[in-house]
């Protein structure tokens, strides 16, 4: 299966407070995981990555959490301002299969941070 | 990072013909990687193109609709043939990263119209 099952679909925030992604997935032989962030009009945007060796990865203001025990991983975004108000799409590949890396989407998640 | 610059940015075709999308990349690259993306909805992975040799196709794709070149470790093109108006969607073209092969890189994508 390389199905990666995203919710929610869409997300309101209030500026400052805590927005939470997450993701399922299904295929054991996943391992790498990455987040894109995509603006209006814009291509997708890695913005956090991790491999499944690490619980938690943390770069700024996000955090992925990652449980490979429950095939589950979430994206927090401490303190939300309304830039990061955009699309945001989890991921998941197979690096190990060198030279076919390609990346299995989540279905999205639309977040609207208000003030 | 990888700079991807993508032509047309966008397209209003007629039903019927064919539209060919270009991708340059500032880098040579060895994979490159075409995406649609409908209205709303996640990035869907057309085909995988390695330089010198056909392309890959998912599953759901195929070439005689999707024809994909890849001259060079700079360019690729895909060409979307015999439009529908099923096919208007966002195209995506994507390249690993030069140094660092865990991120994947977005053109701004062409953002297609079928009439």
């Known amino acids: 299966q390389q199905q990666v099952k995203q919710s929610p679909q869409s997300l309101i925030v209030q500026k400052g407070g805590i927005s939470i992604i997450n993701c399922a997935y299904e295929?054991?032989?996943?391992?790498?995981f990455p987040w894109y962030q995509q603006f209006p009009g814009k291509g997708p945007a890695l913005l956090i990555a991790?491999?499944?060796?690490?619980s938690e990865k943390k770069e700024g203001r996000f955090t992925i959490s990652f449980n490979k025990s429950a095939k589950q991983f979430s994206l927090h975004i401490m303190d939300s301002q309304p830039g990061d108000s955009a699309t945001y799409f989890c991921?998941?590949?197979?690096?190990?299969?060198?030279?076919?890396?390609?990346?299995?989407f989540g279905t999205g998640t639309r977040l609207t941070i208000i003030p | 990072s990888a700079v991807i610059s993508q032509k047309p940015s966008r397209d209003i075709c007629q039903r019927g013909t064919s539209l060919t999308i270009q991708c340059q990349v500032d880098?040579?690259?060895?994979?490159m990687f075409w995406y649609r993306q409908q209205p709303g909805q996640s990035l869907t992975l057309i085909a995988t193109?390695?330089?010198?040799?056909?392309?890959?196709?998912e599953s759901g794709f195929v070439i005689d609709k999707f024809p994909i070149s890849r001259p060079n470790l700079t360019f690729s093109t895909l060409t979307v043939s015999n439009m529908s108006p099923e096919d208007s969607s966002i195209y995506l073209c994507?390249?690993?990263?030069?140094?660092?092969?865990?991120?994947?890189?977005f053109g701004q994508g062409t953002r297609l119209t079928v009439v």
């Open positions: 991790i491999r499944p060796d690490v």
């Open positions: 880098s040579q690259v060895t994979m």
């Open positions: 994507s390249v690993e990263g030069r140094l660092e092969r865990d991120e994947a890189f």
């Open positions: 295929n054991t032989a996943f391992d790498y």
């Open positions: 991921a998941a590949s197979i690096r190990a299969n060198f030279g076919n890396e390609k990346l299995t």
């Open positions: 193109a390695n330089q010198g040799s056909e392309a890959t196709y």
